[in-house]
């Protein structure tokens, strides 16, 4: 099973470790209350031009654990937005990138059909890091353990990843996409900074640099299904409203967030 997910990746080319594309946010490093907050959402590649994300989902967590849609527009090979902080706390940014699929036989290989779903969170503390941990209790989840509002260079960050609210094993890395010294222009991470394999969804690393880390989680789930195409597929393989059978889901979740 682990061979042909491989093979999903290397030959339909979507997101995952080994090419690069990132689910992202860029923030400010310092953020007080009462204030409104830019942030620039991307589809980051560390070789390519950042793309805009075509999202089925983008709204803003409060630390009351109340949300609000995002109102974004397209800039810069991204999704421009503001979020208004009111109160102390970590403003959560919750995004799900466009659902897709791809079928190994499209390729003429033997191997399975797999719903790629790819889920992104920012964490924004507001002066606070109160509600930092919100989940969701759905979908492909990244959840913090360690309180982002004061982390340093050699803290160690810990998270764990769960599908559908129950822990799942898989790969992770993260890597710097943004160092403080590089706010006016644009940085694209050259090098993963850490890269393991985790059986039980505990994520735990040290953050040797101080920036902007994405943390990106790779799963398979063995689950089948139907799904409804919510647009057309660039290639040609099928339409938007079309039924397609898959025999997997192959989930991503990214995380982002700042330590000084």
């Known amino acids: 099973m682990r061979?042909?997910?491989?093979?999903?990746?290397?030959?339909?080319?979507?997101?995952?470790?080994a090419c690069g594309h990132m689910l992202y946010a860029e923030f400010p490093e310092d953020i007080s209350a009462p204030?409104?907050?830019?942030?620039?959402?991307?589809?980051?590649?560390?070789?390519?031009e950042q793309t805009a994300p075509s999202l089925s989902m983008a709204r803003t967590i409060s630390p009351d654990g109340s949300s609000e849609d995002l109102d974004l527009d397209e800039?810069?090979?991204?999704?421009?937005?503001?979020?208004?902080?009111?109160?102390?706390?970590?403003?959560?940014?919750?995004?799900?990138?466009?659902?897709?699929?791809?079928?190994?036989?499209?390729?003429g290989i033997s191997g399975p059909a797999s719903l790629i779903q790819e889920y992104g969170r920012a964490l924004m503390?507001?002066?606070?890091?109160r509600n930092f941990d919100w989940s969701s209790g759905e979908g492909f989840e990244i959840v913090p353990a360690v309180d982002p509002s004061d982390l340093e260079r050699g803290d160690a960050f810990r998270a764990k990843v769960t599908?559908?609210?129950?822990?799942?094993?898989?790969?992770?890395?993260?890597?710097?996409?943004?160092?403080?010294e590089d706010l006016l222009t644009i940085k694209h991470a050259q090098e993963v900074e850490v890269s393991a394999t985790s059986s039980e969804g505990?994520?735990?690393?040290?953050?040797?640099?101080?920036?902007?880390?994405?943390?990106?989680?790779?799963?398979?789930?063995?689950?089948?299904?139907?799904?409804?195409?919510?647009?057309?597929?660039?290639?040609?393989?099928?339409?938007?409203?079309?039924?397609?059978?898959?025999?997997?889901?192959?989930?991503?979740?990214y995380l982002t967030f700042w330590s000084r």
């Open 163 to 180: 599908w559908q609210g129950e822990p799942i094993g898989g790969d992770y890395s993260a890597m710097v996409v943004r160092t403080p």
């Open 202 to 253: 505990e994520v735990e690393f040290e953050l040797t640099l101080p920036g902007l880390w994405v943390v990106t989680f790779e799963a398979t789930v063995d689950e089948s299904g139907t799904w409804i195409a919510e647009s057309d597929d660039q290639n040609g393989n099928y339409a938007e409203g079309d039924e397609l059978e898959y025999d997997q889901i192959t989930p991503t979740a």
């Open 125 to 129: 503390p507001a002066s606070s890091g």
């Open 75 to 107: 800039r810069d090979g991204g999704l421009v937005g503001a979020v208004e902080v009111e109160e102390e706390g970590c403003y959560i940014l919750d995004l799900e990138k466009e659902a897709r699929l791809t079928d190994m036989e499209w390729f």
């Open 3 to 17: 061979l042909t997910s491989l093979l999903v990746l290397a030959v339909a080319g979507f997101v995952s470790i």
């Open 35 to 48: 204030s409104e907050v830019n942030v620039w959402i991307t589809y980051g590649h560390d070789e390519e």
